[in-house]
């Protein structure tokens, strides 16, 4: 039990969660520091300050980590466990770039040293990766997020067809409009345009009757109309069709992929809280490079030994400022239990109990 209820306020804690949230990627590591508890059990303590400490030393000195897509799919994987029910399209290309990034990070560790890493290592251990998923994933979505033309048979013939229409279409609104401009029906320095989705040509007002067409638009002045020729017209809606039989059969795409995915879900979640967990330590190294922090030794005697041990909150507000910041050593031990610390006012003492408060419970949070 921590007393007070707002201890963590008082020692500057929670200004720490906040540094650290903004070196996260993703929200999944952003729930993990909401989650930070202090923690009295040595092996634990020390567990969690081998990860952080691996982590800087990968950030520091080591190959270049995954550091991109870590994004959050574990509410959709949840959505898609009911039957009948399908992935959506943005979805997909997120999952597809997050299981890379996740991937890549487990090639990251199995391809280190064996003697380096260990307790990062740890974490990869009861990851099923389902690789084949990723597989599907990348033929059916490309990397602009848009679903591929062999996604399917009948998406390639589908696509296939609406292009012919739109060449069509091309060809017939560039000849109504070739015709109309010759006879000085069009407004000087006009072009063909879009309206309503819908190419479309300009017409003096005075000219809208003189070529077939329907009107779907006029300028603000009310000098010009925007006609769709009625030679383009019926291709036009051979497109719309068209693409609304694309948009079902992207439909049918996306369902049967999620329903070989469904089986994999569990998998998947373990995959993405393992993701969530790393970004949170890799935040967390980030953090220690930042406050150029030292891995402590924990001992299980009653003793403490602080080092030129400066107040992380005061050491990134004097860096900011390019201002030295005076270090303190401060032993106790089971034999000199107290310490008294008297002065004049400004002379240190709330800053050397909240540099000694603030930086036990961080080493008992897991950070350096």
Request: charged share 30%.
């Amino acid at each position: 039990m921590i007393y007070p209820d707002n201890f963590e306020q008082k020692i500057g804690f929670d200004q720490i969660r906040e540094l650290l949230k903004d070196l996260c990627i993703s929200d999944m590591g952003i729930q993990f520091v909401d989650k930070i508890r202090f923690v009295s059990k040595p092996d634990l303590i020390n567990r969690l300050l081998d990860q952080v400490s691996e982590f800087v030393e990968i950030l520091t000195i080591g190959k270049s980590f995954p550091g991109s897509d870590y994004f959050d799919l574990k509410d959709e994987l949840f959505r898609i466990k009911t039957p009948g029910s399908y992935i959506e399209q943005e979805a997909l290309f997120d999952l597809k770039t997050s299981l890379r990034t996740i991937q890549d990070i487990l090639f990251y560790f199995k391809n280190s040293d064996n003697n380096k890493y260990t307790e990062l290592k740890k974490l990869t251990e009861p990851i099923d990766f389902p690789s084949e998923m990723l597989l599907k994933a990348e033929n059916i979505v490309d990397d602009k997020g848009d679903i591929r033309d062999n996604a399917s048979s009948r998406l390639a013939d589908i696509r296939k067809e609406i292009l012919q229409k739109q060449r069509k279409v091309n060809r017939e609104t560039k000849k109504a409009f070739e015709q109309a401009q010759k006879a000085g029906y069009i407004p000087e320095n006009s072009e063909i345009t879009i309206r309503n989705g819908r190419q479309v040509i300009p017409l003096k007002a005075a000219e809208k009757r003189s070529i077939s067409g329907f009107i779907h638009d006029e300028s603000a002045t009310g000098q010009t109309v925007f006609v769709e020729p009625v030679s383009s017209f019926e291709a036009n809606n051979e497109i719309r069709e068209l693409e609304n039989e694309e948009r079902r059969e992207i439909i049918k795409i996306l369902t049967l992929f999620t329903n070989t995915l469904r089986p994999f879900i569990e998998e998947l979640l373990a995959a993405y809280r393992f993701l969530g967990i790393i970004d949170f330590i890799r935040a967390k190294a980030l953090f220690s490079i930042k406050i150029n922090a030292g891995r402590p030794v924990i001992t299980k005697d009653q003793s403490m030994n602080f080092i030129d041990a400066v107040h992380p909150l005061l050491y990134l507000s004097h860096k900011s400022q390019k201002k030295d910041i005076v270090p303190l050593d401060i032993s106790l031990d089971a034999v000199n239990r107290i310490l008294i610390i008297s002065g004049p006012n400004a002379g240190g003492k709330s800053v050397c109990l909240k540099t000694v408060g603030l930086l036990q419970y961080m080493l008992q949070c897991g950070l350096l």
